[in-house]
């Protein structure tokens, strides 16, 4: 089983044709019916799409982790709770 969280700014907001932000996740499980599950979503919000990340990371992941995970942003790390907490 492997599950991937991806989170990444396009660069292409000036042209209109695409988001700025994509957030991708992916679920493999060799023992489902369904190996493989996909989500894409996307937003032209920073604020949003970080939420929309720490909230497929909160849901997502229930052991091996700590509930104080951490996202690098450039070259500063952020506290989950802290995206979810701006977000309210």
Do not use: C
């Amino acid at each position: 089983m492997g599950r991937k969280f991806m989170l990444w700014k396009t660069n292409k907001e000036q042209s209109g044709d695409y988001p700025v932000f994509v957030f991708h996740y992916s679920d493999f499980s060799s023992s489902r019916a369904d190996m493989l599950k996909t989500e894409i979503i996307v937003s032209n919000s920073e604020t949003q799409i970080q939420k929309v990340f720490a909230i497929e990371l909160v849901d997502n992941i229930k052991k091996g982790w700590t509930q104080e995970a951490k996202v690098m942003r450039g070259e500063r790390i952020i506290s989950i709770n802290d995206i979810l907490e701006k977000g309210k």
